[in-house]
């Protein structure tokens, strides 16, 4: 921030009627509370060279402030070994509260039922007082079962959108290899064409050389093993009689 300061000094020490930029520490001021996104308003560039250079610190600011935002964020986050942890911590303790809960409904049922059924003098204040505490458990218990439904909801959203992901992936690749598959057999045509273009450049290669070795070459024949009739001599035979 030091250079964009000596650039606000330098770039409106001569424009600046309110003499707000015309040391060192008053630019390093503005440009520390423009960079910080705070403005406070006591000071201001006159000159656009100015507003420029103080229109990219806050910029750069607004970056580098985003930056530490999310690489905090990171690191404060929960590793998946800690959140399976905290999960399992937080499920226990909540089916430890879950029957609380329902064991506190079930005592002030029944003290209910003892003070208007089992007593032969009803205590008024009493059955007012577990009936209070009757509804504050049902309440409670009402709470911690909305919370666990709001929780696995929430699971199945993270699961589904997981699966969503997890399903685009092996479209993609499915699609890749598909791809691939379709090439396969131009791609096979064209190197046992490639082959065989080598092949017979190496057969007259090799047939060129034997020319210019002087060896006749023996033509071949139309027969299904190549070889001609030529190849064999004919058997000698006499005109004369025995």
């Keep these: 921030m030091s250079w964009e300061g000596c650039g606000v000094r330098l770039l409106g ?16 001021w503005l440009i520390s509370i423009t960079f910080l996104s705070i403005g406070y308003g006591d000071m201001v560039p006159h000159t656009y060279c100015g507003k ?41 303790q909540l089916t430890k509260r879950i029957k609380n ?5 079930l005592r002030e049922t029944w003290f209910i039922y003892k003070h208007t059924k089992l ?16 509804l504050q458990a049902i309440h409670q218990m009402t709470n911690m079962m909305q919370n666990v439904m709001y929780d696995l909801i929430t ?6 959108e997981d699966l969503e992901k997890q399903i685009g ?3 993609s690749k499915l699609e890749q290899l598909t791809t691939s598959f379709n090439s396969l057999p131009l791609l096979i045509a064209e190197t046992l064409r490639h082959q065989q273009q080598q092949l017979l450049a190496a057969v007259i290669e090799a047939r060129g050389i034997s020319m210019a070795g002087g060896t006749p070459q023996t033509p071949l024949s139309d027969s299904p093993i190549g070889v001609s009739s030529t190849s064999f001599p ?3 035979t006499s005109s004369s009689s025995c």
């Design 234 to 236: 004919t058997p000698y």
């Design 52 to 92: 420029g250079v103080c229109l990219l610190t806050g910029i750069m600011g607004a970056g580098c402030t985003a930056l530490v935002v999310a690489v905090v964020a990171r690191k404060l986050e929960l590793t998946k070994a800690e959140k399976h942890v905290h999960n399992f911590m937080m499920d226990t």
């Design 13 to 28: 020490r001569y424009h600046d009627q309110q003499d707000v930029t015309s040391n060192f520490l008053s630019a390093m």
């Design 119 to 134: 007593l032969k003098k009803i205590d008024h204040a009493k059955v007012r007082k577990h009936q209070r505490k009757f």
């Design 155 to 160: 699971e199945l959203n993270d699961r589904s």
């Design 169 to 171: 992936s092996l479209e």
């Design 101 to 105: 809960a329902a064991a506190n409904v």
